[in-house]
C-alpha cells in the first residue's frame, strides 16, 4: 500500500532510492473517478521503474483546469484511493496547474503520461529532460475516462 506524503518526505525516500539506484517513475493527474483506464494506466506505468510517484491535482488546481464543477472527489479522497493501488508507492499532492515545479526537485527517471499527450504538448516534459529523465506515453484505455463515466451518470451518453 502506497503512502501519501508531504514534498520534504517525498524527496527523503527518493533521495534514499537514489543512492540505492532505484529507477523514479512519475505521473500526475486529477484521477478523479478511478476506472479500468486509470488501473491499467498506472500498472504499466509501475513496470517502467521501483518507484512510482503520483502527482496528484489539488481541488482548486482541478477547478482551475476542468471547470467548477470538479473535482467531484476532493483531493483526500483521490489521493486516499490512489495510495490504495498496489502499482503506487506515493502520492504527493500539488496545487499548480502543472506539475513542473515539484517534477523539478523530484527528478525522475521516467515520467509518464497517457497516449493523448505528445511532448510538444506536455508541460511537463521540459522539466523532466532538465533533470535528466525522459517522458513516455502509454495508450489509453478505449471507452475509459473520467468525462465518458460523468456523462453516463448524467444520462448524456448512455449506452
Known amino acids: 500500500m502506497g503512502e ?14 537514489k543512492v540505492d539506484m532505484k529507477t523514479i517513475v512519475t505521473t500526475n493527474g ?4 478511478i476506472h479500468a483506464g486509470h488501473v491499467r494506466y498506472l500498472k504499466a506505468a509501475k513496470t517502467l ?15 482551475r483546469l476542468k471547470g467548477p464543477s470538479r473535482p467531484l472527489n476532493g483531493e483526500e479522497d483521490r489521493a486516499e484511493v490512489l495510495a490504495a493501488l498496489a502499482s503506487v ?8 496547474d502543472t506539475p513542473c515545479s515539484i517534477l523539478e526537485k523530484i527528478k525522475p527517471k521516467i515520467h509518464v503520461k497517457g497516449g493523448d499527450y505528445t511532448e510538444e504538448n506536455l508541460p511537463e516534459a ?30 448524456k451518453n448512455f449506452k
Not at 30 to 33: E, K, L, Q, R
Not at 49 to 63: E, F, H, K, P
Not at 135 to 152: A, M, W
Open 4 to 17: 501519501i506524503l508531504q514534498l520534504k518526505e517525498l524527496l527523503q525516500k527518493i533521495s534514499k532510492a
Open 30 to 33: 486529477c484521477f478523479d473517478i
Open 49 to 63: 521503474g521501483d518507484m512510482l510517484i503520483v502527482c496528484l491535482n489539488s481541488d482548486d488546481s482541478v477547478r
Open 89 to 96: 508507492d506515493y502520492v504527493i499532492i500539488f496545487t499548480e
Open 126 to 155: 521540459e522539466a523532466v529532460k532538465k533533470g535528466g529523465g525522459s517522458v513516455k506515453f502509454i495508450p489509453l484505455v478505449e471507452g475509459r475516462s473520467t468525462t465518458n463515466l460523468i456523462d453516463k451518470i448524467n444520462c
